[in-house]
């Protein structure tokens, strides 16, 4: 998996970057998770992951790469409260375990 990143805008009133990447999964045997994606994002762009929020991830059937959008808080708390509770929710869910 790769991350290019494409656009990167700082938004002073938020207090956050705004990013738009794309993730080419060339070997990854599909679109790989949220979560791994937003890892990956967080260490090529040297943020801690707790304060990464992928917004959006669209893959195009058939494609290998998928093109998506997020937002890079100064800290948690002012993620908290900006972003709605779903995608709070699901950017901050446990590692489910595999069976």
């Not at 738009?20 to 994606?37: E, K, L, M, Q, W």
């Not at 494609?63 to 901050?92: M, Q, V, W």
């Amino acid at each position: 998996m790769k991350i290019e990143v494409i656009d990167k805008n700082y938004n002073k009133l938020l207090r956050r970057n705004e990013i738009c990447f794309r993730v080419i999964h060339n070997d990854a045997g599909g679109t790989p998770s949220r979560r791994r994606v937003r890892e990956e994002l967080a260490r090529v762009l040297k943020e801690d992951v707790k304060n990464v929020f992928l917004i959006k991830l669209i893959t195009k059937t058939g494609a290998n790469f998928s093109i998506g959008t997020a937002n890079i808080y100064e800290n948690l708390n002012i993620a908290k409260e900006i972003e709605p509770d779903y995608i709070i929710a699901r950017n901050l869910e446990e590692k489910k375990e595999e069976s």
